[in-house]
């Protein structure tokens, strides 16, 4: 399975931004996507995750209300539309394959996004 992220960028704080990552296909064993994300000298952190068959979500808490993981089944694609941006967003986002049995086995190669104060 090969992720491929896009969307990311500078943008000022308060903008938007709409992340993308393609999936090359779907295994028995696929259970949703999600993404991460690592700010320089930090750990890489949760940030969202959705299901393909319930559209079920989960967010971490310093982007309630403000970022929205959705899908595209048919395309195989998960988006990330982050609205309200602020400076501590800035990170490089990944987008992860989520495996039935929890673990997130597969990465997309990261994309860079900037929010200037």
């Known amino acids: 399975v090969q992720l491929q992220a896009s969307g990311g960028g500078l943008v000022q704080a308060g903008g938007s931004l709409r992340l993308s990552c393609a999936a090359s296909?779907?295994?028995?064993?696929?259970?949703?996507m999600g993404w991460f994300r690592q700010a320089p000298g930090k750990e890489r952190e949760f940030v969202a995750q959705i299901t393909w068959n319930s559209g079920s979500t989960l967010y971490a808490d310093s982007v309630k209300g403000r970022f929205t993981i959705s899908r595209d089944n048919a395309k195989n694609t998960v988006y990330l539309q982050m609205n309200n941006l602020k400076p501590e967003d800035t990170a490089v986002y990944y987008c992860?394959?989520?495996?039935?049995?929890?673990?997130?086995?597969?990465w997309g190669q990261g994309t860079l996004v900037t929010v200037s104060s």
């Open positions: 992860g394959n989520l495996a039935r049995t929890g673990k997130w086995d597969y």
């Open positions: 296909r779907r295994t028995v064993s696929s259970y949703g």
